[in-house]
């Protein structure tokens, strides 16, 4: 078992250096050196996506509002007798059209 093992471990070590070696001699490397500063940025497609996803949301949520203002305006009409908010004209007219008086 103590044969296997150390076996085993010179099998990794060869195959974590040979992994190395391939990756240092690479064009994965290109463009690594002192000063070098690497940084991560999203993909444009990425950006355009969340951008087209929060419009989304403010026009649902605009329109909501709107919808909501809508009900309310009904609702209130409802309540004045559907007239609009205007009272009815319950003078008599007689029948020159002018009014009694």
């Given at each position: 078992d103590g044969m296997t093992d150390a076996?085993?471990?010179?099998?990794?070590?060869?195959?974590?250096?040979?992994i190395l070696?391939?990756?240092a001699n690479s064009n994965a490397?290109?463009?690594?050196?002192?000063g070098v500063v690497?940084?991560?940025t999203m993909a444009k497609w990425k950006v355009a996506l969340?951008?087209?996803?929060?419009?989304?949301v403010a026009l649902s949520?605009?329109?909501?509002?709107?919808?909501?203002?809508?009900?309310?305006k009904k609702m209130?009409?409802?309540?004045?007798?559907?007239t609009g908010g205007e009272p009815a004209n319950t003078e008599p007219v007689n029948a020159d059209n002018k009014k009694d008086g």
């Open positions: 076996l085993q471990v010179k099998a990794l070590r060869k195959a974590t250096k040979n070696y391939t990756i490397m290109n463009g690594m050196g002192e690497w940084k991560t969340i951008c087209v996803n929060v419009g989304l949520a605009l329109w909501g509002v709107f919808a909501i203002r809508k009900g309310l209130k009409a409802a309540e004045d007798g559907s």
